[in-house]
């Protein structure tokens, strides 16, 4: 684990429209440092923002064309899962 999650929430919106399963999956991959379909400017700006407590983002696109996001705030108090439509 690369950082802190703190308390691990999710919004209604990602609850309906994505299982437990996929969502446990999604969060290994982003507390590991696999930050999605992220540009490679934005994945440099989580690796610093992990050394300078910044806030994290990953993004995960589906074979369906769903899309997860998951933020850990700077304070690393609490990780959000969520669509992007729900932002």
């Given at each position: ?25 999604c969060?290994?991959?982003h507390?590991?440092?696999d ?15 992990i ?27 609490v ?8 932002y």
């Amino acid at each position: 684990m690369k950082f802190s999650l703190g308390r691990v929430v999710c919004t209604i919106g990602a609850h309906a429209d994505f299982s437990m399963v996929e969502m446990i999956l999604c969060l290994n991959r982003h507390m590991n440092g696999d930050w999605g379909e992220l540009s490679e400017d934005d994945k440099e700006e989580n690796e610093l923002a992990i050394e300078f407590g910044d806030r994290i983002l990953s993004s995960y696109k589906f074979p369906d064309g769903r899309v997860l996001w998951l933020i850990t705030e700077a304070d690393r108090s609490v990780t959000t899962i969520l669509r992007p439509k729900d932002y």
